[in-house]
């Protein structure tokens, strides 16, 4: 089975500009999240989104925004890139829902993430 | 606000020197706490979630434990190819969503 799939792998943008991340989710998960992490940092959390709604939102300003399709695919827009959005964006996908039990096997699996650099 | 520190911030061992890895973390209400291995250039790869203090898990050199306050990685006779970041986050219960909260991880190195 795939896992989950990003793309472009790398991406080189001048400050200003805009960009869009992709994301296909592993089959069978509807749920998609986004993550940003800078070179030697943790990932930080972006959004998540859960059958096409937003069900979360971390600290990153409005010019970050995201939607989910039918598919469950995922993408993820920036606009106005700044020289510290440069960053590696991983994008997760689970079989999260929250009516469902304590224990549900919610492990969130990761793509390769996108490389971006701007500059 | 949930935080997740892990220590060492680097770890070099010789192969087949066992150790530890500590993730120490504050969280609201605990809902798990998830290792992940990162190879560089790479996403993260799943390794163990734990959901409650007491729970262990174990695969191949590695064993995950969890107390109320912490989680360790332990690491038993390591491997060249074990060398990675080692990422630890916590989830918390009763935000709707799964928002993961990671520490800087641990980059461990294990010399041949």
């Known amino acids: 089975d795939a896992g989950v799939t990003q793309s472009p792998t790398h991406l080189i943008k001048t400050r200003g500009q805009h960009v869009t991340l992709r994301c296909s989710p592993i089959?069978?998960?509807?749920?998609v999240s986004w993550y940003q992490q800078v070179l030697g940092q943790g990932p930080q959390f972006i959004f998540q989104?859960?059958?096409?709604?937003?069900?979360g939102r971390g600290n990153f300003p409005d010019r970050f925004s995201a939607r989910q399709f039918p598919n469950y695919s995922s993408e993820l827009n920036v606009n106005a890139l700044l020289l510290g959005d440069s960053a590696l964006y991983l994008c997760?996908?689970?079989?999260?829902?929250?009516?469902?039990?304590?224990?549900?096997?919610?492990?969130?699996?990761f793509g390769q993430g996108t490389r971006l650099t701007v500059v | 606000e949930d935080q997740v520190t892990q220590s060492p911030e680097a770890l070099r061992l010789q192969e087949g020197e066992s150790s530890s890895l500590n993730c120490s973390y504050t969280?609201?209400?605990?809902?798990?706490l998830f290792w992940y291995r990162q190879d560089p250039g790479k996403g993260p790869e799943f390794l163990f979630t734990l959901y409650s203090a007491g729970e262990e898990k174990e695969k191949e050199r590695l064993k995950a434990t969890l107390t109320k306050k912490e989680s360790f990685l332990h690491i038993t006779a390591p491997k060249p190819e074990d060398s990675a970041t080692y990422l630890c986050?916590?989830?918390?219960?009763?935000?709707?969503?799964?928002?993961?909260?990671f520490g800087t991880g641990t980059r461990l190195t294990i010399i041949p």
């Open positions: 997760a996908s689970s079989l999260w829902d929250r009516g469902l039990g304590r224990h549900l096997n919610t492990e969130a699996f």
């Open positions: 969280v609201s209400g605990l809902r798990g």
């Open positions: 089959s069978g998960h509807k749920s």
């Open positions: 989104y859960y059958e096409k709604e937003e069900r």
């Open positions: 986050a916590v989830q918390a219960r009763g935000f709707g969503n799964e928002k993961l909260t």
